[in-house]
């Protein structure tokens, strides 16, 4: 990916992981700590930021392919491609899947850690198509 493409992309992306982080940690601060040692899933409805999430999310070019991989079914071939874009707050990932039968999924979400009762824990964050923002935190 051209480097002056790239820029764009990472600044777009960190505009709106700056609003979803601020988000996180409200809902964070609100959270009892001994909840987050069995795992936590947070939803909080946010359908202003769809518009957001759709064009610096699930439409943006990412420039690194992580993975390819060939995974043998029953059915035939499947395809898998994981294709991410790295910055110091958060990594965005955009995994493809193409079935041997030719359907394709794609799932966009975002990677972050924060450390909670002195330990690091990453934060999976996706968006659904009822506008929710949902925290998964392991």
Known sequence: ????LRKEVEKNF????????EILDKELSGLDGRDIDQGVKI?????DLYEDWIENIETAPL???EAIEQ????????LKIV????TQEAKHIRKIKVKSNGKVDIHNYIITER????RIHPIKIEYDTY?????IIE
Do not use: A
């Not at 939803?43 to 359908?47: R, S, T």
């Not at 995974?71 to 499947?78: E, K, L, S, V």
């Open 43 to 47: 939803v909080v409805e946010q359908q």
């Open 115 to 118: 450390e909670i009762n002195n």
């Open 63 to 65: 420039p690194e392919i």
């Open 83 to 86: 294709y991410t874009l790295p």
């Open 1 to 4: 990916m051209e480097e002056g």
């Open 14 to 21: 960190l505009q709106t992981f700056s609003i979803i982080k």
């Open 131 to 135: 506008g929710n923002l949902i925290f």
């Open 71 to 78: 995974i043998p079914h029953t059915d035939g071939t499947h």
